[in-house]
């Protein structure tokens, strides 16, 4: 059995790296997850789900460092995000995105790699992979 990414020491994600399992050289979905700035949700989301064959990316609305763009959501096989404001920013910038979005309405109250929050997401995003 894995440790927990909780139980663990947090490490900083260089902003240019993917999150893929070390033990999955071909993950089997590329996972997309999307919040306002790209820096608790939607990386908690992108590191919740690195280890288990998939391969992950996170971004932001608001982020310029770490924006959601077309070349990303022509990346992903699904898209996660946590509030109608990010569905409706997506929906705005790209009218017909070919990848359905998922919402997994979850506030904005929790801080990076809460175990809650890792919790929430692994339950509600894990019920539609």
């Given amino acids: 059995m894995q440790p927990s990414l909780y139980t663990e020491p947090h490490y900083p994600v260089p902003s240019s790296t993917t999150l893929i399992s070390p033990w999955h050289q071909s993950p089997s979905m590329n996972l997309l997850f999307i919040c306002n700035y790209g820096q608790n949700r939607s990386r908690t989301g992108a590191e919740v789900f690195a280890g288990q064959g998939y391969q992950t990316r996170y971004a932001g609305i608001y982020n310029s ?45 929790y801080c990076y790699g809460n175990p809650a929050l890792g919790r929430l997401i692994r339950e509600k995003a894990g019920a539609w992979l």
């Fill in 65 to 109: 460092n770490r924006p959601v763009t077309g070349e990303l959501l022509a990346w992903t096989d699904k898209i996660f995000v946590f509030e109608q404001e990010q569905v409706n920013y997506i929906q705005t910038h790209w009218p017909d995105p070919e990848k359905r979005i998922f919402n997994l309405d979850i506030s904005s109250r």
